[in-house]
């Protein structure tokens, strides 16, 4: 049985990686922060299995700041396989807490590396979470393997970091450590902060009543999106390849934030229209169509109650999408497409949900929670 250690284990991207990996008959350790709240809700069905926790699935406290910590675990478990997918990954508040964003992507790549050194696991193999971030102001479309970076964020700048201290103790030390260059990926457990999320949340919201409006920053920002899962077993097999390499993981394709929410709001029944310019611009209801909405709830016992909010809450003409400078970022990122041949050619992967069909499934989940909880 090999033993994984997935760092960030409670995040979208650990979760899944956790559910694949059991799956294929390892034995997992996640290591979490220290928290006064419960902060495992995209692990729960695990936690909460006593077949698996404790078992199979393991979770440790420590944090990429804490060096002794790492050396610790690291000897306590000897995994076969490391997954750093620990980070503080909001791009948006890099610009704001941009020391703690480098001391953990940047350092905590470091510290992990030198773990590995100190404690002298010669045989593991480590997977860093890299980004499209790098390339930032793309130097060429799409972006692969060889496309210059330029990064334009602290979290694009420290993630550059990371990449390049894995490319450089993989040579140096003869460490099995990986770079995956992951585009956009989103899932209905993505962070609600998250462009993705904050748009199938809200409108979900808006069409249960619960919100009058959702608010956005740059809507022509262009980004590579596909389903996180597929990306999660891309993780697995980027490390099952016999060298230590990285990899663009990416669709190919490139859609609007504009086209996202507009997709969002047509999978429920609301088709959005376009009035005014730059900060003033808004997104107002076009048509409702109502038989729409009612495949998209038809499971849901709340069904009576959310048809009502459309009949009589929303009409045409009524905004529901505004914009708000707060969300522009101070460096803007306007286009990421990423070239994933590579992939496709060496690791047998490619990414297989349609843009509309992601949008699809996680607009189905959050109106199936809001309707749920009511919230």
């Not at 692990?43 to 078992?55: A, R």
């Not at 249960?208 to 262009?222: V, W």
């Not at 229209?273 to 009612?294: P, Q, R, T």
Request: glycine share 6%; net charge positive; with cysteine.
């Amino acid at each position: 049985m090999k033993k994984a250690l997935i760092t960030g284990i409670t995040g979208q991207d650990g979760s899944y990686l956790t559910e694949i990996l059991l799956n294929k008959g390892y034995e997992v350790h996640g290591i979490i922060r220290r928290s006064s709240s419960f902060n495992t809700g995209r692990i729960d069905h695990l936690y909460n299995d006593p077949k698996i926790l404790n078992k199979k699935m393991f979770l440790h406290y420590g944090d990429l700041v804490d060096t002794s910590n790492l050396n610790r675990l690291l000897e306590k478990i000897e995994p076969d396989e490391i997954y750093n997918l620990a980070a503080q990954s909001h791009v948006k508040v890099s610009f704001q807490i941009p020391d703690y964003t480098a001391q953990v992507d940047a350092l905590g790549t470091l510290r992990f590396l030198d773990a590995i050194r100190e404690v002298g696991l010669k045989k593991v193999k480590f997977y860093q979470a890299s980004t499209s971030e790098l390339y930032g102001k793309a130097q060429e479309v799409p972006q692969s393997e060889n496309t210059p970076f330029y990064p334009r964020s602290p979290y694009g700048v420290a993630k550059l970091y990371g990449y390049w201290i894995i490319v450089n103790y993989r040579e140096a030390y003869n460490i099995f450590a990986s770079n995956g260059i992951l585009f956009n990926h989103e899932s209905p457990r993505r962070g609600e902060t998250f462009v993705s999320r904050k748009i199938t949340r809200a409108a979900s919201r808006i069409a249960a009543g619960l919100q009058k409006e959702l608010t956005l920053g740059n809507l022509n920002a262009k980004r590579d999106w596909g389903f996180a899962p597929e990306y999660c077993e891309g993780m697995w097999r980027i490390l099952q390849h016999k060298e230590a390499d990285d990899f663009v993981l990416a669709t190919g394709e490139t859609k609007t934030v504009r086209e996202f929410a507009v997709l969002t709001f047509r999978h429920l029944g609301i088709e959005l229209e376009w009035k005014g310019k730059g900060e003033n611009e808004k997104g107002v209801i076009k048509s409702i169509n109502l038989e729409k909405a009612k495949k998209l709830i038809s499971y849901s016992t709340n069904k009576k109650s959310y048809l009502k909010n459309f009949t009589t809450s929303l009409k045409k003409g009524d905004t529901l999408i505004a914009i708000d400078p707060v969300y522009y970022r101070p460096t803007e990122v306007d286009l990421l497409i990423g070239d994933p041949s590579k992939a496709k050619k060496v690791l047998n992967w490619k990414a297989k949900t349609k843009f509309e069909d992601l949008v699809k499934l996680m607009i189905k989940s959050d109106m199936e929670k809001v309707l749920r909880r009511g919230y």
